[in-house]
């Protein structure tokens, strides 16, 4: 870990603004990037208040913070008191992603207050907050569990005394204390599963101490695992700060609560969400569409209780839209597009209702989420030592059950869950719950279709594509000197040597770029599926992982095909259908590499000639129409019973989580990439009728980051 405590000595970056960059600017209608973020501090207590810590995180453009550099907080020109607690760094050794505390001097009711981050030449002061400090206090935080009549507790000041090694934050304006002890009855008798945590954040003067308090039932190898129903209360500074009773918690689940011991800073910092867009962490939203009020309202009531969900699906293989499917979450969407603190609870609240899924394997030797390397046949079907200890179920009534939870996660539908709430906080338990997901993606497959230790994400396609784009996160964000980030990096590694092995240098892969389930050879193909794939493609390379691009550039082939062919190829009104045939012979050529289509007029044809679905009633098929016509407006508005616009995309073209909008983020990335003929597939997109509003909801509202030609300019999020 690194700290920095710095000093008033300042440096300003300044931007050398060329002609193109102008130009570029213009085209998205945005202000120029900035060359380091802004962020305002904004009262949330409706009083006065002096000397106030505040923590956040915040990630950075590569280059941005050189190596050796570090980061201020500028107020006005009057730089204040910065700790920087470094984490992640790009490849060149600049800063990709730090938690930075500073102290504000005095803010007003209601007020806020706009800094500006600067880079400054690192140096350390002061005297760092030790475990000492704070055990000369008085403070502490005991979680008491009563189950079955017994009282077990676990006390944090006692985790301080016990280990207090584990920093998270170091320095003279915090120190940030990572703990964990075992709840013990009134004889000392340990609890075998339940383990509490304490992250325990004292910022100087020891006025104020955050603590978040945990309770996990996830060890993964202890024996007789099972759900367990207890009441909890927790204890700040002998007094209580909260209780709930007959909680059922779920086994491999985990819940948390945060607290202050002292005075709470009530501020709200909010990020430069136009700069974090632009460090290509996450995706590039139209800075055009503006979310709704009524969306953001709404966001800002969705409330988090242990073992609930929030927003999150309680059935992920449930068919159909749901909020959470896209590049990121609806509510992550809101807040990148807004920065409105309604919305950043509503990224908190949901990123907090991952813990409720059984989806949480620790290993008690480690202390982290279980390792494939260390057991290769863990998986759905495990064997041998890798097998976790069996729960034994007690009948077939859900109040009986000893280990099943009513959350059932899964890959092909998952949303990015904990991976913003990290970015934005830098908190260790949002870390530990995408390391989690990420480890859940491995373990909730077979052990022989994931390569055993190799760690393939063969899924089905969107399966591939959510957990590779979880897998790349997790990857790209954790903290340099974490013991897993390798492990991480290996995995997205053998997962890039497998992709190229089944498709950019297999000669029997098919030559239109059509990803397949398992990487197998199937007689159709999900458009939407390929589309969340070729995102989550070219997401990575735009997180620095480069040595996918020659995948992505395969995998592009089939939705640029779908939307520039010829019309008497394949008709781009069509590229977001829901299925496409890729061989003559449903019934029996699956298998067969030999008979893969090879142009897309084949899939056409076949598809929308011989399919009795896309015959009318007269049996006339839409084949026969001319792509983009009024006859095929008229056709399509006759056999489905609802109006159809001249060049309206077939597949839900005006709902938000509809097919073209499934395909805009991809299309978006490939341009951004620089693939041929991905502007005429955007211009494309943009340019037809009946065009969705985002406004609500914006998941799929991504957008270039820069336009290939320069003669482009976004009108309401449409190119014109």
Not at 115 to 124: D, Q, Y
Request: net charge negative.
């Amino acid at each position: 870990m690194y700290k920095y405590i710095l000093n008033t000595n300042r440096t300003h970056k300044t931007i050398s603004t060329t002609i193109k960059a102008l130009i570029l600017s213009i085209c998205l209608l945005s202000s120029s990037v900035q060359a380091m973020p802004e962020v305002s501090f904004i009262d949330q207590s409706n009083t006065t208040n002096t000397d106030i810590p505040v923590t956040f995180g915040q990630v950075f453009a590569i280059g941005d913070v050189p190596t050796g550099m570090s980061i201020n907080v500028d107020l006005a020109g009057n730089a204040i008191a910065t700790q920087v607690d470094i984490k992640a760094t790009h490849p060149d050794g600049s800063l990709r992603h730090a938690v930075i505390t500073t102290k504000i001097p005095t803010l007003g009711a209601e007020q806020t207050l706009d800094a500006t981050l600067v880079t400054v030449n690192a140096s350390s002061a002061g005297t760092v907050i030790s475990a000492a400090d704070l055990l000369a206090t008085s403070f502490d935080t005991i979680i008491e569990l009563t189950l079955n009549g017994v009282l077990y507790t676990a006390s944090a000041r006692d985790a301080l005394m016990a280990d207090s090694s584990r920093l998270w934050l170091e320095g003279s304006l915090v120190t940030e204390f990572t703990l964990k002890h075992k709840f013990k009855d009134s004889s000392g008798n340990e609890h075998a599963h339940l383990m509490a945590r304490f992250d325990v954040r004292a910022y100087q003067g020891l006025a104020s101490v955050r603590v978040d308090a945990i309770v996990e039932n996830t060890w993964i190898y202890e024996p007789d695992p099972s759900n367990f129903t207890y009441d909890a209360k927790i204890l700040v500074g002998g007094q209580e700060a909260y209780s709930i009773t007959q909680l059922k918690h779920f086994r491999r689940a985990r819940w948390h609560k945060v607290f202050w011991w002292g005075v709470e800073p009530k501020v709200y910092s909010k990020l430069d969400v136009a700069y974090l867009q632009a460090t290509k962490a996450v995706p590039n939203y139209d800075p055009n569409v503006t979310v709704s009020e009524s969306a953001l309202e709404a966001q800002g009531q969705v409330v988090y209780e242990p073992m609930g969900i929030v927003e999150l699906n309680d059935y992920m293989p449930e068919a159909g839209a749901d909020v959470g499917i896209g590049p990121l979450p609806r509510w992550a969407a809101r807040y990148l597009m807004t920065g409105d603190i309604r919305a950043y609870h509503g990224v908190l609240a949901n990123g907090d209702g991952g813990g409720s899924y059984s989806t949480h394997p620790r290993k008690q030797l480690t202390d982290y989420p279980v390792s494939i390397d260390d057991h290769p046949r863990l998986g759905n079907n495990a064997t041998g030592v890798d097998k976790p200890p069996p729960c034994t179920e007690l009948g077939v009534d859900e109040d009986t059950w000893t280990c099943r939870n009513p959350y059932n996660p899964d890959t092909a539908h998952q949303p990015s869950i904990a991976y913003l709430p990290y970015l934005l906080t830098g908190d260790n338990y949002y870390l530990d719950e995408l390391t989690f997901w990420a480890t859940y993606n491995f373990t909730s497959m077979g052990y022989s279709t994931r390569g055993e230790e190799l760690g393939w994400l063969k899924d089905q396609v969107r399966g591939t594509a959510w957990s590779l784009r979880t897998l790349g996160q997790t990857a790209y964000i954790l903290p340099d000197v974490h013991p897993m980030k390798a492990y991480f990096n290996e995995k997205l590694g053998n997962n890039r040597e497998w992709l190229m092995e089944m498709y950019v240098n297999n000669p029997d892969a098919n030559q239109l770029g059509v990803a397949h389930a398992n990487a197998t050879i199937e007689n159709t193909s999900k458009p939407w599926m390929d589309d969340f794939f070729t995102w989550s493609l070219g997401y990575l390379t735009e997180l620095g992982f480069t040595d996918f691009v020659p995948i992505l550039q395969w995998k592009s082939k089939y939705p640029i095909n779908r939307m520039t062919s010829p019309d008497d190829e394949f008709c781009w009104i069509l590229a977001a259908d829901y299925t496409n045939a890729l061989g003559p012979d449903l019934s029996r050529w699956a298998g067969n590499p030999d008979n893969w289509f090879t142009t897309m007029a084949q899939i056409y044809e076949t598809t929308y000639n011989t399919w009795s679905y896309w015959k009318n009633s007269d049996n006339i098929s839409l084949f026969s129409q001319p792509c983009g016509s009024a006859a095929m407006a008229n056709w399509l508005t006759a056999r489905f019973d609802r109006p159809y616009a001249i060049g309206e995309m077939y597949g839900s073209s005006q709902s938000p989580m509809g097919y073209p909008s499934n395909l805009q983020p991809a299309l978006a990335v490939m341009v951004d990439a620089g693939i041929a003929k991905s502007n005429q597939a955007w211009t494309r997109l943009v340019t037809s009728a009946s065009r969705p509003n985002y406004s609500s909801t914006p998941q799929f509202a991504v957008t270039p980051r820069t336009l290939n030609t320069p003669d482009s300019i976004f009108i309401n999020g449409f190119e014109d």
